[in-house]
């Protein structure tokens, strides 16, 4: 029997460990935003211990980089717990080890903040400062309007407009949840007109053969006219075409370099270019709170609970799991002006300040002498006077002048009465 003839082995190369990591994220039906913290996360803790495998590290160099990210770096908690169920999750799940000291690894504390509300004025402050960009204008006010949040907005299909009943339906929202919010009444024109411009851009997408756009899951393989239908294209679609992040191919089998890259796709508008054009609004409109467009949807919540609609209405329409993460916009209606009154409010008028008076700083005395601003005299007036039979005093001493002898407020007895 001959001996095989050497030469190289050639065959598949190993899986790279972010590669693995990000097919455990999918495996799980992680989020993208997941994938992309998490992959970030781990490519941090493997650069902060020289490029070393996780593999060979343990609880100590974990405890060191958490350390690092929240006393050099200073991290908010939340940050902090990111990354530690980043690294938690690449030991479980993708390494299978299970150690002692995961048990034993400290967690940070989030504190409870409350969100940050705008006023109604505010609001339509900050929406006249988009209306020169008529899509994102409506996209602002879709946010506020019905409570969403700007992911669950960005995805929104055709299909899921519901004009006759007036309601949108939100497709696997936080957490994979669907739920059904209202459709306001001032915007069922304005999102006609949206969908008669979007429905041009379809057909232009037809015309030119571009690839449809991504459905979930298989639905594509199973239904393969769906990804160019019009009922599951983009309400708001972004105008260049762009690759979707998932559609690389993950691994590194042979010959995988040389695949074919990915087909760009039509894509929902990107979430920077909302937050960029509401930042330059927020500033426009002289508004100094730390607003973000989540903002839009804490003032939707809190404004329903003003207006009388009960906590279970909103918790609903928020899709939140436990209604104990609604009742936190009960207590921002506690700090408003027409929860609580403040007693200074009770006094009589002008009691608490006069009309028509200014206020104003007090004017600083200032030192009499400015030569000698802060110095005292040399020797100082607090030195006790020298008891017994005097003495001519030294050539390098200097006589007391007479305006800094003891005086009965400079004496000891004084100071210690004080």
Not at 31 to 51: C, N
Not at 161 to 181: M, Q, S
Not at 395 to 416: D, G, K, L, M, Y
């Amino acid at each position: 029997m001959e001996a095989p003839p050497a030469g190289p082995v050639t065959g598949p190369r190993p899986a790279r460990l972010l590669d693995l990591l990000r097919m455990q994220i999918r495996y799980m039906h992680y989020s993208l935003r997941t994938e992309q913290a998490y992959v970030h996360w781990v490519r941090a803790y493997i650069r902060y211990h020289g490029l070393r495998h996780p593999a060979e590290l343990s609880g100590a160099e974990v405890e060191a980089f958490l350390t690092w990210l929240a006393t050099e770096r200073q991290v908010a908690p939340a940050t902090h717990k990111q990354a530690l169920s980043a690294l938690l999750f690449l030991y479980q799940k993708v390494l299978h080890q299970r150690m002692p000291w995961m048990d034993e690894i400290g967690r940070p504390q989030r504190q409870a903040r409350l969100p940050v509300v705008l006023s109604h004025d505010e609001v339509a402050r900050v929406l006249a400062g988009l209306a020169h960009l008529p899509v994102l204008h409506l996209f602002g006010q879709l946010l506020y309007g019905t409570g969403l949040r700007i992911m669950e907005a960005l995805r929104l299909r055709v299909k899921d407009l519901d004009f006759d009943r007036r309601a949108i339906v939100v497709r696997e929202g936080k957490g994979g949840k669907d739920r059904v919010v209202m459709l306001p009444a001032a915007l069922e024109a304005p999102l006609r007109r949206q969908l008669a411009q979007v429905h041009a851009l379809w057909e232009a997408d037809r015309a030119a053969g571009v690839p449809g756009v991504q459905v979930p899951f298989a639905l594509e393989r199973k239904y393969p006219r769906a990804a160019e239908s019009w009922a599951w294209f983009w309400v708001f679609p972004q105008l260049t075409l762009s690759i979707d992040p998932r559609s690389r191919p993950l691994g590194r089998a042979a010959g995988a370099d040389d695949a074919a890259p990915p087909t760009p796709r039509r894509h929902h508008l990107s979430d920077q270019t909302f937050q960029r054009a509401f930042r330059q609004a927020l500033q426009q409109a002289g508004i100094h709170k730390q607003a973000t467009p989540h903002t839009l949807r804490h003032s939707f919540a809190t404004h329903l609970l003003q207006s009388g609609y009960d906590i279970r209405t909103v918790q609903e329409l928020l899709g939140h799991a436990d209604v104990s993460t609604t009742m936190i916009y009960t207590h921002v209606l506690k700090l408003g002006g027409g929860a609580v009154r403040s007693p200074l409010d009770q006094l009589s008028p002008g009691a608490a300040m006069p009309p028509g008076a200014a206020f104003s700083w007090p004017p600083y005395p200032g030192p009499a002498n400015p030569g000698r601003f802060a110095r005292e005299p040399d020797p100082p007036c607090y030195l006790s006077p020298p008891t017994g039979p005097t003495r001519p005093p030294s050539p390098s001493v200097r006589a007391v002048p007479a305006a800094c002898r003891p005086t009965p407020s400079c004496t000891a007895e004084a100071i210690s009465a004080s």
